[in-house]
């Protein structure tokens, strides 16, 4: 099994800055896997942010957040890291961590992230 325990949401003011972060764990870890951040806001489906591959050479941004948000990972504490700056209200989501449990390189549409944390709060008011 793998647990993934995100931290590090908040309130913001727009403009302003957070990092969050993934903690995996769990018997059947692998720091090999792909990893991932999503967010859902209120009413809307939840829609893909960011990947990582492990060694964290390859990453792939949705449109929304190329050039504000940069994912990264350290492997030796097994956690990702997701840090978001010039936030806007329309980034105000519940951001989830996932992993593709594959033994995939793909951190692309390719990716099938089947694990995932529980979400934390990100609210950024104007």
């Known amino acids: 099994q793998v647990q993934l325990v995100e931290s590090g949401g908040g309130l913001v003011q727009a403009g302003g800055s957070l990092r969050l972060s993934c903690a995996a764990s769990g018997r059947t870890f692998r720091r090999s896997y792909v990893m991932g951040w999503f967010r859902q806001a209120p009413g809307k489906e939840r829609e893909f942010v960011a990947a990582i591959n492990w060694s964290g050479a390859n990453t792939y941004y949705a449109d929304s957040v190329k050039g504000r948000f940069t994912i990264s990972r350290d492997g030796a504490k097994n956690t990702i890291y997701l840090r978001m700056n010039f936030l806007k209200p329309e980034d105000t989501a519940v951001y989830y961590c996932?992993?593709?449990?594959?033994?995939?390189?793909?951190?692309?549409?390719?990716?099938?992230?089947?694990?995932w944390g529980q979400g934390t709060q990100v609210t950024v008011s104007s």
């Open positions: 996932a992993a593709d449990l594959r033994n995939s390189d793909y951190v692309d549409s390719r990716a099938d992230f089947t694990s």
